[in-house]
């Protein structure tokens, strides 16, 4: 209960904070995933500040995550970016890991638009695929909303039967289309722990449990979003493939290098997205 009371405490004395100095509440929510951080640069900022200044904000300790809370304009759209994550490997818990949603949430913004790179599994995949996620597998072992519920945050028990907004997913596949953006599918997202790369066991059994791709991230995001009454939509950039009897090693680096390939396809589809909405 006192956690809970201590993170509620941290998230009030945020919204206050950002209230009164962010030039305006933002409608729609950008965060940006491994490789893919410079989106930031390509909004007509407003506004911009790092995650160490703003209270209780958790920092990244990714090197490829730049730690930065922009507000700018997308066309005629109020975006807030953020550019770069937290994730449960570094650490942090689930409520820390999403707590600038629910601050973003709390500030207005309606609309969370998720990207991430992943590791592809299903065979039918190319490396430098975009998967729309149309659902997700939470094998975290930890909920962001375990604990006694703030009701005015969101319900006790919050529907998930469409995790991810069917209109934004024919949104986000019809936009590729215009985009002429090849290689756009949709999917399931399953959300593993890390550090640790998945071995070729877990690759087949990940298979097996209906997943399409697999990373570390966005799932606790979405959860909160979604408790928060935020329509959202996953984009998951698809870094690798691999077939777990045939194993490649798995190089951070060359994900990071594939996510970075695939940024301006990336942006040009967020922008036509974001216009749309």
Known sequence: MKRMEEHQRQVEQCVSFLSEVVPFSPDI???????LGNFGDTIQRTFSLPYSDIPHFPQSTVASHKGNLILGHLGDKKVAVLQGRFHFYEGYSTKEVTFPIRVLSLLGAKTLILTNAAGGLNPLFLPGSIMVMRDHLNFLGEN???GP???????????FSTPYHPGLIKLALDSASRCKIDSVISGVYVCIPGPSLETPAETRWLRE?????????????SIVAKHAGMDVLGLSVVSNVNDPDH????????IIATAEAMEAKLESLLIEIVGQI
Not at 247 to 254: A, G, N, R, T
């Open 209 to 221: 449990c209906g997943a399409d791709a697999v990373g570390m991230s966005s799932v606790p995001e």
């Open 247 to 254: 194993f490649e090693p798995i190089i951070l680096e060359d």
């Open 29 to 35: 929510v950008i965060q940006l995933g491994t490789g």
């Open 149 to 159: 519920n703030v009701d005015n945050w969101g319900p006790r028990f919050p529907d």
């Open 144 to 146: 962001p909303l375990r």
